[in-house]
């Protein structure tokens, strides 16, 4: 059975950090193409960033330059390390993991960035 966990959101007030993880279970994580999204309130979900099996990574105009995506292989996680937050960033965060026809979402975890 394939799962998705992830941890770390929360309440921060602007400019603060945060760093979401998401434990993966039940896929061979290695090949996997890793994705962050996000969903607001009354928006559609949106891709915030990427990372390959092959360790490329890509990001969503909005957060260039202050989020990073990373993986840890060796512990089938993958990580979101946002800075300079701002309250445009509030949205359940979700962990996706992606290869070929298989499509896997975590349950999501709330950000909230108070201004």
């Known amino acids: 059975q394939v799962q998705l966990v992830e941890s770390g959101g929360g309440l921060v007030q602007a400019g603060g950090s945060l760093r979401l993880s998401c434990a993966a279970s039940?896929?061979?994580?290695?090949?996997?193409?890793m994705n962050w999204y996000r969903q607001a309130p009354g928006k559609q979900r949106e891709l915030v960033a990427t990372i390959t099996g092959g360790g490329s990574t890509s990001y969503a105009d909005s957060v260039k330059g202050r989020f990073t995506i990373s993986r840890a292989n060796a512990k089938n996680t993958v990580f979101l390390q946002m800075n300079s937050l701002k309250p445009e960033d509030t949205a359940v965060y979700y962990c996706?993991?992606?290869?070929?026809?298989?499509?896997?979402w975590g349950q999501g975890t709330q950000v909230t960035v108070s201004p």
């Open positions: 039940g896929i061979f994580f290695s090949v996997f193409d």
């Open positions: 996706n993991a992606h290869l070929v026809v298989n499509d896997h």
